[in-house]
């Protein structure tokens, strides 16, 4: 039996009594409201596998609450329903990010089949999502590109590391490449057919960090309702990455001490302590000393992590993997993207040689991507094909030249980058312009792999 659970959203009591009934029988668990306001309210504080809305509503109506609901939950899928069904509404209901519409009055095997096919489409597009996020970040030491000397050096050294059972700290600048360094210890390890958890310390906050880490019990908190393993045990017999280390609250830092030395962890809410057998693998872009003196990180636990450090160096140090990198980035992309080009310019080469790359590998990677994206019907890109190398100031627009035959998802994702870029990369205003939100273009960014460096003060 289904268990998802539906927001029905309709200001006629009639059919949300239909609604409900019908989708109840089916097994779903329903939450219906009358009005658009309401719906916002229960979408930013409960989690839905789909939102069933009706089209004309006063004042909030069903489009509004498609939109909102990109913001709030882009994840979950949205079907409309109407009773004024033309062509256009249709077609604005889809363009609109709708995954369908149903037009009044339909059967309850109509309601059916839309609703399975709606979450159907989501789970395929989640499974593919991680499937894709899966098979990007499994790389091996071959995966790594680079035979500067410092890359051979740290390959080598990576090889001898991965066989130990230390922790390692991982320090370099932002976009060097440390989450790559730090699977390609653990896939290189006798651990590596055991899990490879990572946690991004930055992104949680403290408390929330902490029971990711170390799990909690049911009650330990309110929200806590089940018992949760932590990524501590979740990684049992693997390797654990502590991404941005530096990040990490000097509160929760004891406790993390705690399980390095002792080996063993406490959920939270918890007395019952639990042995653990993991891996340690810490990254930071931060000057750990520094953190120490301004006392927000702790010796101790520098001490403890920094067994073996590893350090990626800048690219800007390593110019000569640039031409390398640059090959590798322009096939992946090409190949992912359907295109034929087999490289760029010397005057482009020359151009990226000459660049200081402050966001290092990953800004390279992004300026390649957004190239290849964006090329049409040609097989070198030159120079002002690197958007971001165009000398300052007034920028062409190109009315784009949409080809015939190309998805509305690839017309999408061509307007989006040519705004952004005719914006200097500004994601407001690029937003401004094309009418969306920002969290709406960061979410279509994140979804092409354009995931941003954190800005850091
Ligand atoms: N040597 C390399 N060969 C191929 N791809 C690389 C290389 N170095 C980095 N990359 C790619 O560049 C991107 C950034 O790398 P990664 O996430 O490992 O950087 P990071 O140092 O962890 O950055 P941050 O400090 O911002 O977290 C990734 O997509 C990664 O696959
Ligand atoms: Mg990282």
């Not at 409900?20 to 306001?37: D, F, M, P, Q």
């Not at 009055?105 to 999502?129: H, Q, S, V």
């Not at 063993?264 to 007395?271: D, L, M, N, Y």
Request: charged share 30%; with cysteine.
């Amino acid at each position: 039996m289904p268990k998802e659970k539906i927001l029905i959203i309709d200001d006629d009591q009639l059919m949300r009594e239909f609604l409900e009934e019908a989708l109840n029988r089916l097994g779903y668990k329903i939450v219906t409201t009358s009005n658009g306001k309401e719906a916002i309210n229960l979408l930013k504080n409960q989690s839905f596998d789909l939102i069933l809305t009706d089209l004309k509503m006063e004042p909030i109506d069903g489009i509004e609450v498609l939109k909102k609901s990109q913001q709030i939950c882009p994840e979950t899928p949205v079907i409309i329903m109407t009773a004024y069904a033309t062509i256009e509404t249709a077609i604005s209901t889809l363009k609109s990010g709708a995954v369908d519409y149903l037009i009044k009055p339909f059967t309850p095997e109509t309601l059916e089949i839309a609703i399975k096919r709606a979450l159907e489409k989501t789970r395929i597009k989640a499974e593919n999502k991680f499937l894709r996020a899966e098979l990007r970040s499994y790389m091996g030491p071959s995966d790594m590109i680079g035979n500067s000397k410092a890359m051979k050096e740290l390959k080598k050294n990576l090889l001898k590391i991965a066989t130990s059972n230390s922790t390692v700290l991982i320090r370099g600048e932002t976009g060097v490449g440390k989450e790559l360094v730090a699977r390609a210890i653990h896939y290189n390890s006798p651990r590596k057919d055991k899990p490879f958890i990572k946690v991004n310390c930055a992104a949680l906050s403290s408390s929330i960090l902490e029971s990711e880490l170390f799990g909690h019990e049911k009650g330990a908190f309110t929200g806590a309702h089940e018992r949760k393993l932590g990524r501590f045990e979740l990684a049992n017999g693997g390797s654990l990455l502590l991404d941005e280390i530096s990040e990490i609250h000097i509160d929760l830092q004891p406790k993390l001490l705690r399980a390095l030395q002792e080996k063993e962890i406490e959920r939270v809410g918890g007395t019952e302590t639990i042995p653990i057998n993991v891996r340690i693998i810490a990254t930071t872009n931060r000057n750990l000393e520094e953190a120490i003196e301004k006392g927000t990180f702790r010796e101790d636990l520098f001490f403890r992590l920094n067994v073996i450090t590893m350090h990626v160096p800048p690219l800007r140090e390593r110019k000569e993997d640039i031409p390398e990198l640059t090959e590798y980035f322009v096939k992946k992309f090409s190949n992912e993207n359907g295109k034929h080009i087999e490289g760029i310019s010397q005057e482009a080469m020359e151009a990226l040689l000459e660049y200081d790359w402050p966001g290092n590998v990953r800004e390279l990677q992004n300026i390649i991507e957004r190239a290849v994206v964006l090329a049409e019907n040609k097989k070198i890109l030159e120079l002002n094909d690197l958007g971001f190398l165009k000398s300052m100031g007034i920028k062409p627009f190109h009315r784009s030249s949409f080809t015939r035959g190309i998805t509305l998802h690839e017309a999408e994702k061509k307007l989006i980058l040519q705004t952004l870029e005719y914006c200097n990369g500004n994601k407001t205003k690029t937003a401004e312009m094309l009418g969306i939100s920002v969290r709406t273009l960061r979410n279509k960014l994140h979804e092409y792999g354009f995931a941003q460096p954190k800005k850091k003060k």
